[in-house]
């Protein structure tokens, strides 16, 4: 069983720059593709950043430029670093992560979420 666990989420003001973080825990052999989503009330979720293995990041264009994810391998976390927060961007924030686990085939897991809200 696996576990994706967030955290650094709350409250921010305009301008702030949090980072939240994910830990993947449980019997795993490899991660692979990793992702952030947010989801803002009554709206769907939405794909923010995605990290692929091996391979270069890419980004919602409402992010672009303000947000950097990054993974680190030994400490199976992935960071999503959030620069220049705006209102906009308060949204309960998902990672999610494609893994392979002992006596599994590969599958993608969710994060329970992490509030992130941007208000003066």
């Known amino acids: 069983q696996v576990q994706l666990v967030e955290s650094g989420g709350g409250w921010v003001q305009p301008g702030g720059s949090p980072r939240l973080s994910c830990t993947a825990s449980g019997s795993i052999i490899s991660i692979y593709a990793v992702d952030w989503y947010r989801q803002a009330p009554g709206r769907q979720r939405e794909l923010v950043a995605h990290?692929?293995?091996?391979?270069?990041?890419n980004y919602a264009d409402s992010v672009k430029g303000r947000f950097t994810i990054s993974g680190d391998n030994a400490k199976n976390t992935v960071y999503l670093q959030m620069n220049s927060l705006k209102p906009e961007d308060t949204a309960v924030y998902y990672c999610h992560a494609n893994i392979l686990c002992v006596r599994t085939t590969t599958r993608g897991y969710w994060g329970q979420g992490t509030q992130v809200t941007v208000s003066s």
């Open positions: 990290l692929p293995t091996g391979g270069s990041p």
